[in-house]
């Protein structure tokens, strides 16, 4: 009998994990507000109306309005989107530098040490001083809070990379590709770099939880993306002096960060037990 493809075992592994499943639900609908927020979005997120300004949420506004009367149901869809967008990016210049780190130090013995340490080096900060001191040199913007934010989570994939690599470096069909003389760079490109995907995958989605939180905590302290940017982490800031009032301006933008986070988290969860093969059963 024909034993099942991956695909088909990695659904049957999550399948068990209803909480995964509504976790993965719960994300597919807010990646499908970042997507669709230009058209669906109910108000302008930058259009002011100060007749109408820290109004509570009623049917006209469900998620009331802000200290300049703009519809913040609006503004925290918008948020989503741009949210979403940072973390993407995170993930991509994080795992991607990260992978050639962790390439290189895990098949070339000669450089293992010095880019081990480097990466030590970066991993003694805590993430958010190390963001913090990246941002006060490189000044805000969306591209600098992209840049500072891969590069501080460098280091978390370039160790998981380099263990793998140490691992498949040793295995039969990596030698069998030497002794047949592949050169090092196919040897890593055909052979190591594949077998690296899924580790690579679930590491991605817990950068993507951290890159939200990370930003949000910058915009939230003045250093991250400009303040006329519409982002969780700079409407929870501009409502800092109106919180006893109106509450609202934390309480959605912060539920949009907890869900996402939470969501993400859940799913990596999910895809490392999944993925791990001493936890699949063949059946």
């Given amino acids: 009998m024909a034993s ?31 997507l669709l927020s230009p058209w669906i979005v109910p108000y ?27 519809d913040v149901l609006s503004r925290v869809m918008q948020g989503t989107r741009l949210s979403l967008l940072v973390g993407f990016l995170v993930v991509i210049l994080a795992t991607a530098l990260g992978a050639v780190l962790g390439l290189l130090g895990g098949y070339i013995r000669a450089l293992d040490g010095a880019l081990m340490r480097f990466t030590d080096a970066l991993m003694a900060f805590p993430d958010i001083l190390l963001a913090i001191a990246f941002m006060a ?31 498949l470096r040793e295995l039969p069909f990596v030698e069998a590709a030497t002794a047949l003389g592949a050169t090092t760079p196919r040897i890593v490109l055909r052979h190591v770099l594949p077998n690296l995907l899924s580790p690579m995958i679930v590491q991605g989605t817990f950068i993507f939880a951290y890159a939200i939180l990370t930003e949000a905590a910058l915009s939230f302290l003045g250093v991250g993306v400009p303040p006329t940017t519409p982002t969780w982490g700079n409407m929870i800031a501009g409502a ?10 934390i309480l959605f933008p912060g539920l949009a960060i907890v869900l996402t986070v939470l969501s993400l988290q859940m799913v990596g969860d999910g895809l490392r037990d999944a993925l791990d093969p001493r936890l699949q059963k063949v059946t």
Avoid: C
């Avoid at 302008?44 to 703009?70: A, C, Q, S, Y």
């Avoid at 490189?138 to 690599?165: D, E, I």
């Fill in 44 to 70: 302008d997120p930058m259009k002011m109306d100060i007749l109408n300004r820290l109004k509570p949420p009623v049917g006209g506004h469900w998620f009331g309005t802000d200290e300049f009367g703009r």
């Fill in 240 to 249: 800092q002096q109106y919180f006893r009032q109106a509450d609202w301006l």
């Fill in 137 to 167: 040199a490189l000044g805000p913007s969306l591209f600098n809070v992209v840049l500072a934010l891969g590069v501080v989570y460098t280091p978390r994939v370039a160790r998981v990379v380099r263990a793998a690599t140490l691992v």
């Fill in 4 to 34: 099942a493809s991956p695909t088909i075992l990695l659904l049957r592994q999550l399948r068990r994990r209803p909480v995964v499943l509504a976790a993965a639900a719960v994300l597919g609908i807010i990646l499908a507000v970042a």
